[in-house]
């Protein structure tokens, strides 16, 4: 079992940033990929960003590309999600997620952290 610490969060004004991170510990593999997604009350958990440990990211929502980007410090098992340009609609709790078979879709998810509002005003 895997365990997902995160940590940044909180609240802004429209147009400023934020950073979020996801520790992870325990049986990580290679293989596997960790990332983002986010749930806004009254909607689904949807995927924002993944980054995949052999190589390579994905973002899932084209409201997101070239405002957010999501890194990984492997050495720390710590996956980071700045995200920039901050709408309203951006607005939600963030959950991290890690998926030990490389997929990182809802139904592949191994491990959730606690989760982590993000409020944006206008």
């Known amino acids: 079992q895997v365990q997902l610490v995160e940590s940044g969060g909180g609240s802004v004004q429209t147009g400023g940033s934020l950073r979020l991170s996801c520790a992870a510990s325990g049986n990580i593999y290679s293989s596997a990929c960790m990332g983002w997604f986010r749930q806004a009350p009254g909607k689904e958990r949807e995927r924002v960003a993944i980054i995949y440990f052999h190589g390579g990211s994905l973002y899932n929502t084209d409201a997101v590309k070239g405002r957010f980007t999501i890194s990984q410090d492997g050495a720390k098992n710590t996956v980071s999600l700045q995200m920039n340009s901050l709408k309203p609609e951006d607005s939600a709790m963030y959950y991290c997620?890690?998926?030990?078979?490389?997929?990182?879709?809802?139904?592949?998810?191994?491990?959730w952290g606690q989760g982590t509002q993000v409020t944006v005003s206008s």
């Open positions: 997620a890690i998926d030990r078979h490389g997929v990182c879709t809802y139904g592949m998810i191994d491990s």
